[in-house]
């Protein structure tokens, strides 16, 4: 299926700067960070409300996480990206085979009763559970931008609605939980990550 545009690492940030070029056409830094806190704290309201036991883990519902957070500011919300990206010395899924990884992923997820029956699970079991996933998607970095905070919340719906309160990230700091999604990207290693939801997770 060919794209509805292409995706270019090189022109995707405004010359210089750390924003996205986006369709409201600002150019600067806070004002940009200030509204996409905004959409992504009106979106995990709108998520929370529409969780019932029809709700699904798969892909789309992934994809749909960051289109409808996204949508009103980037043209690529929701699409994943066909280019390389790394950061620091992290390469992240080849753009060539995000979507076969993604599906790869998925259906594991699939395979795994989309993580819905987790409710009687051993709380250790369930962090261990969560943060395999979490680690592949990762390591897939499948969106240009806003990876973090989406996939931090594709897990937040999915702790709620095994009967958690979303994942409290607050006991770490932020380079701590980067040396956990190190460890995840570059030695497929998801003990790090696992500690931290394990203390994240909390009835
Ligand atoms: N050096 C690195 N090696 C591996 N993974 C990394 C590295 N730096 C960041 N990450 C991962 O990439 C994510 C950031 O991706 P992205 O910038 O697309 O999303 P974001 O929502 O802006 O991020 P966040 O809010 O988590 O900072 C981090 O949450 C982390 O999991
Ligand atoms: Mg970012």
Redesign the pocket.
């Known amino acids: 299926m060919a794209l509805k545009y292409q995706l270019k690492d090189s022109s995707f940030y405004i010359d210089g700067s750390d924003v996205p070029k986006n369709k409201l056409g600002i150019t600067e830094s806070l004002e940009i960070h200030e509204l996409?806190r905004e959409l992504l704290e009106d979106a995990y309201e709108v998520f929370y409300d529409e969780l019932d036991e029809n709700t699904i883990f798969d892909e789309e519902y992934f994809k749909e996480l960051h289109r409808r957070t996204f949508d009103s500011l980037y043209d690529w919300a929701g699409e994943y990206r066909d280019f390389n990206?790394?950061?620091?010395?992290?390469r992240?899924c080849q753009g060539a085979f995000v979507n076969t990884s993604s599906k790869k992923i998925f259906d594991e997820v699939k395979n795994d009763g989309y993580l819905q029956n987790c409710e009687q699970t051993p709380k250790a079991e369930f962090a261990k559970k969560l943060a395999y996933y979490k680690c592949e998607l990762?390591?897939l970095?499948p969106?240009?931008?806003?990876?973090?905070?989406?996939?931090?919340m594709f897990f937040d719906m999915i702790a709620v609605f095994n009967g958690y309160a979303y994942i409290d990230y607050s006991t770490v700091t932020?380079t701590e939980?980067?040396e956990?999604?190190?460890e995840?990207?570059?030695l497929a290693n998801c003990g790090k990550m696992e500690k931290i939801i394990f203390d994240g997770l909390m009835k």
Do not use: D
């Open positions: 996409e990206m790394a950061k620091g010395e992290s992240f990762i390591a970095h969106f240009c931008e806003l990876n973090g905070r989406i996939t931090r932020p939980y980067i956990a999604s190190i995840c990207v570059q």
